[in-house]
């Protein structure tokens, strides 16, 4: 490990410990990941790097017995208060890849004395960088202000996962690693993403996973094939697209973010490449089936409808590509409406009327409310033994084929919402009505 304290005020020395096998690339992704955003923007690590007012991350790391302990040293040519918080926040490093790990600054040394020459010339290389910055900032004005808004949008889905803002409203939802994935995703216009936040996949992601089509959107590195692995083993996921190889999700353009989500695969053809995929040897199969390859065109229609968002020199806040896309082929897609009016429409109309725009559904039993509940808790409840007299479904959303393999089990004859997606197994039994066959 090589040490250059020419060009630099103040070296910061630690130590790492990690409770498994890892990497000098695994601690320095772990460094910048975690301490990014922490500081604001002044303190922000590749920032700094880019204007020479923080030096390389050196990194000498061994492994034995399942253990892996190794030195950190980086060189800083900011003040000293400046310096010593940013040392103070390294050791706020918790994880290294999917391992445990203690990040401990060992030491905080002033290289300068003696050095009145480099100083100087370093100085002149600083000044020279913000003149050349300073420069370019005026163009980026609007991309600026326009990014700046979609991020501020960043929510935490039940009260911790960073998310987009429309994942509790979308039918298709995007998996990604981190928050600074999501804030990735939301510079580039997708608003329906969500993190997973490490390789323990929390219980809110398990369940969405069977009430949404899920895209798992990971990073092309070994931490991302660990994701992978355990989101099979544990949620429902229909496609996957990964970055390319060695590279992270947060670091793509927005033209690389696109190529990837239109280039991605289903989980059964994933899992038929890459054997490490498989639970057990095994592969898992979706439980949602037709659905898959309509799903995929709407993804596909998201990566298109973002390219045109991008394109606009308009500084709107752009609508969620997702919601437009999978509403526009649901419109394309959906059968004709049956030209016969049920004598209950005026009935089933006001119920759809008081629901429009709430993102709820009513079970009826003889043209009366019986349970009044969310979209996304809608199959937990389908699923439950006895209807207690429920004949009619209204919603407040898409008629899907998942939706319609559901609610014979529960006794439901008459299912009513704003629009059809595409049906490839017509149902036997159930008449299904849009607001424009009651109309």
């Not at 219980?203 to 895209?215: C, G």
């Not at 496609?239 to 059964?268: G, I, W, Y």
């Not at 526009?328 to 725009?357: M, Q, V, W």
């Not at 349970?371 to 919603?395: C, D, R, S």
Request: glycine fraction near 8%; charged fraction near 30%; aromatic fraction near 2%.
């Amino acid at each position: 490990m090589s040490k250059d304290p020419n060009s630099s005020k103040y070296m910061i020395s630690a130590t790492i410990t990690a409770n498994g096998v890892v990497d000098r690339s695994d601690v320095v992704g772990a460094i910048f990941g975690q301490t990014e955003g922490l500081l604001g923007d002044e303190l922000d690590l590749r920032d700094l790097q880019k204007s020479g007012r923080m030096g390389r991350i050196e990194v000498d790391i061994k492994s034995s017995k399942g253990k892996s302990k190794g030195d950190i040293t980086i060189s800083s040519s900011m003040d000293q208060v400046e310096t010593s918080v940013f040392a103070a926040a390294l050791e706020t490093v918790e994880r290294v890849g999917p391992c445990k790990a203690t990040l401990k600054v060992t030491s905080l040394e002033d290289t300068r004395a003696g050095k009145h020459d480099q100083i100087v010339e370093r100085a002149r290389e600083l000044l020279v960088n913000i003149v050349s910055e300073s420069r370019s900032t005026g163009g980026d004005i609007t991309d600026s202000v326009r990014q700046l808004v979609q991020t501020e949008e960043i929510i935490l889905f039940g009260g911790k996962l960073p998310a987009g803002p429309n994942v509790e409203q979308s039918d298709a939802i995007i998996l990604v690693e981190g928050r600074a994935d999501v804030l990735t995703m939301l510079r580039h216009g997708i608003k329906n993403c969500i993190s997973v936040e490490g390789t323990n996949i929390p219980a809110e992601i398990v369940d969405l996973s069977k009430a949404r089509t899920v895209t798992a959107f990971v990073d092309g590195d070994r931490g991302g094939e660990m994701i992978l692995r355990e989101l099979f083993q544990v949620a429902e996921i229909d496609f996957v697209a990964r970055a390319p190889t060695n590279t992270e999700v947060e670091h793509l353009t927005h033209k690389q973010v696109m190529k990837c989500l239109r280039d991605k695969s289903t989980a059964d053809v994933f899992q038929d490449k890459h054997k490490w995929a498989r639970a057990d040897g095994k592969k898992k199969r979706s439980r949602r089936g037709g659905r898959k390859s309509q799903a995929k065109k709407q993804t596909d229609d998201v990566a298109k409808a973002s390219d045109k968002a991008s394109a606009s020199e308009s500084a709107d806040v752009p609508e969620s590509p997702t919601e437009e896309a999978a509403q526009s082929e649901a419109t394309e897609a959906a059968p004709e409406a049956d030209s016969s009016r049920p004598a209950e429409a005026d009935a089933l109309l006001e119920h759809l009327d008081a629901l429009k725009g709430s993102k709820n559904a009513r079970l009826l039993a003889k043209d009366k409310v019986s349970i009044e509940l969310p979209i996304t808790k809608l199959q937990e409840q389908l699923q439950k033994k006895g209807n207690n007299g429920v004949n009619a479904l209204v919603m407040d959303g898409i008629i899907t084929q998942r939706l319609v393999d559901l609610v014979p089990d529960a006794g439901i004859s008459t299912v009513v919402a704003e629009k059809k997606g595409p049906l490839p197994r017509k149902p036997i039994a159930i008449e299904l009505y849009t607001r424009k066959d009651l109309s």
